[in-house]
Structures are given as structure tokens and as C-alpha cells.
């Protein structure tokens, strides 16, 4: 199964500051048929203003991934964690026991990016948080794994799920393919460009809900950044 779900479909929420806009349901916007995709819960798609941001508020039990698309974000805990992370790198909460934090946007310019919230496969352990560069031009013609809870993905940011979060460019009229097992759920979201997931179009920021498959093949119509969690 592949379910394109469109990016004008998406549950929306504009805070001047911050225009938000949510695959799954998430605060205000709520769709039962769009709670979780296994084990991910949330996908934002976020635009946070310049100098804006989410002033320190608390979680608990969830793995949170904030892969910024351009701009960045400054991530300050009570844990004592401080750190900025630009376009195309990923950082890594985990709530665990509880955390509170903030994320601005210190820069001139509006920063975009994905937050992702998958939940844990145990409950109470300690927080952490983590970040580390991932060059875009790493991952050209090929998925890298950028967050993993799996088993021998030790190059990974990690996080305590059976889960991996991934990434990769694409060059127009190439593709990527990603084995998988028909009881996975991926979610994959083109940051940019036109894709052909097998034979099922997909604009930019669309979702693409997929399961039941063997392996899937990405072809990119238009130069193409993916994004993808393979969630159990």
C-alpha cells in the first residue's frame, strides 16, 4: 500500500511567528484517521520566523528528531545541553523521564524544518540529547541513516525505538531503493523536489504512507531531498 496524503491536506496552525503544519494529529488539529503511523506519531512541518521560537516547555517518553531543511535552530535543556544545528543536520531528543527545553530561530532568516516524534519502546528511561552534521553531499544516490534504534546502525544519531530515521538526495531521473518487510510503516516526505515512490506521484512536502511492501524504489522527476522513517 501506498497513500499519497497531500501537503494541502495536512492539519495547519498559523502563529505568525511559527506556520505549522501536521501530518498526524497534534494539538489543536485532530483527525482519527491520521493518529500515528506505527510506532511515528508526529511529522511538523514547521516555518519558524526569524529570532522566534518555542520558549522552554516540558516532555516525557518520546524520541524527537528535528532535521532542519534551511536555517537553524538553537536547542537549550535542563540537563545543561546547548547546541545549534544548521540546515540538512539532525538533533535528537530523548524525553525519557522528562526534559524541558527550548528551540529558537537566533537567525536573520526564517528557519524550516521536520519535527518527528516516535514513540519509545520502553517507558521512563533516562533523557539525552544529542546532534551531529549530515552533508547533504553524503547521501547523494543513496539513503543515510540519520537517527536509529536499530541494531548495527552505529554511524546513527540514537534513539530507543525500533525505528530509523533516513535521508538522501537525489538527482532528477535517478533513484534510490530502500528494502523494507511488509509489516513495516514508512513515512517518507520529499523536502523538495517531485517524486515517483514505485509508480505513485508525489509533490514536494506531500506525505507518502507506505506498508506491505518488500522494497520501495524513489524516482526523483525533479532534483529531490527525501526524508524517510521505517518505524515498526
Known amino acids: 500500500m501506498i497513500e499519497v496524503r497531500p501537503f494541502a491536506s495536512l492539519g495547519a496552525a498559523d502563529h505568525r511567528w511559527?506556520?505549522?503544519r501536521h501530518h498526524f494529529s497534534f494539538a489543536d488539529y485532530?483527525?482519527?484517521a491520521r493518529t500515528n503511523w506505527g510506532r511515528l506519531r508526529v511529522w511538523n512541518d514547521d516555518t519558524i520566523g526569524p529570532r522566534a521560537g518555542f520558549p522552554p516547555h516540558p516532555h516525557r517518553d518520546m524520541e524527537i528528531i528535528t532535521y532542519v531543511r534551511t536555517?537553524?535552530?538553537t536547542h537549550k535543556d535542563s540537563l545543561g545541553n546547548e547546541g545549534r544545528t544548521g540546515a540538512g543536520d539532525v538533533q535528537v531528543m530523548s524525553?525519557?523521564?522528562?526534559?524541558?527545553?527550548?528551540?529558537?530561530?537566533?537567525?536573520?532568516?526564517?528557519?524550516?524544518?521536520?519535527q518527528i516524534w516516535i514513540l519509545p519502546d520502553e517507558r521512563g528511561e533516562a533523557p539525552g540529547w544529542g546532534?551531529?552534521?549530515f552533508p547533504r553531499g553524503d547521501r547523494a544516490g543513496h539513503f543515510v541513516t540519520l537517527a536509529s534504534g536499530i541494531a548495527g546502525d552505529g554511524?546513527?544519531?540514537?534513539?530507543?525505538a525500533d525505528a530509523r530515521v533516513l535521508g538522501a538526495t537525489v538527482k532528477a531521473g535517478d533513484s534510490v531503493t530502500y528494502p523494507t518487510e511488509p509489516g513495516r510503516h514508512l513515512y517518507l516526505v520529499s523536502a523538495r523536489g517531485r517524486i515517483l515512490v514505485?509508480?505513485?506521484?508525489a509533490q514536494p512536502r506531500d506525505g507518502v504512507a507506505i506498508?506491505?511492501?518488500?522494497?520501495?524504489?524513489?524516482?526523483?522527476?525533479?532534483?529531490?531531498e527525501l526524508v524517510l522513517v521505517d518505524a515498526a
Not at 523521564?97 to 521536520?114: P, Q, R, W, Y
Not at 554511524?155 to 530507543?160: C, G, K, Q, S, Y
Open 155 to 160: 554511524d546513527a544519531l540514537p534513539i530507543r
Open 198 to 201: 514505485d509508480d505513485v506521484e
Open 18 to 20: 511559527l506556520d505549522a
Open 211 to 224: 506498508t506491505g511492501l518488500d522494497s520501495i524504489t524513489v524516482t526523483a522527476i525533479e532534483d529531490a
Open 30 to 32: 485532530h483527525d482519527p
Open 131 to 133: 546532534a551531529r552534521p
Open 95 to 114: 524525553a525519557g523521564t522528562g526534559i524541558v527545553h527550548s528551540e529558537f530561530n537566533l537567525e536573520d532568516e526564517a528557519t524550516t524544518l521536520f
Open 71 to 73: 536555517g537553524a535552530i
